[in-house]
């Protein structure tokens, strides 16, 4: 199972950066997409990024926001958020591509869920 992290409270406007990474396993050549659930919703593709990092996806409501980058060298997956907003409050879930379709948004696509990491934006 996959495992994401670098959650915390933090105030409208600022930043944190996700972390995820593989617990005993490599991510392989598989892409790699984040997702979130809060109270209120179900839960929701944010980004993907392919295997060879060229190709990435984000969802149109953080889109100019968060960056997703990978590094895999240390068998990492990175989620930057900049500009936060209280509506991105939300527990946040990282997970490998059953397919090489990273842009493809659909839950059924991924698997690998692990626990989560809780993003609180709020002042």
């Known amino acids: 199972q996959l495992q994401a992290s670098g959650g915390g409270l933090v105030q409208p406007g600022g930043s944190l950066r996700l972390s995820c990474t593989a617990s005993?396993?490599?991510?392989?050549?598989?892409?790699v997409a984040w997702f979130r659930q809060s109270s209120e919703k179900e839960r929701e593709f944010v980004a993907a990024?392919?295997?060879?990092?060229?190709?990435?996806s984000y969802a149109d409501s953080v889109k100019g926001r968060f960056t997703i980058s990978r590094d895999n060298t240390k068998n990492t997956v990175y989620l930057q958020m900049n500009s936060l907003k209280p509506e991105d409050t939300a527990v946040y879930y990282c997970a490998v591509g059953v397919t090489g379709r990273y842009y493809d948004t659909r839950e059924n696509n991924w698997n690998g869920w692990g626990q989560g990491t809780l993003v609180t934006v709020s002042s």
């Open positions: 990024i392919s295997w060879s990092v060229a190709s990435t």
């Open positions: 005993g396993r490599t991510f392989g050549r598989a892409p």
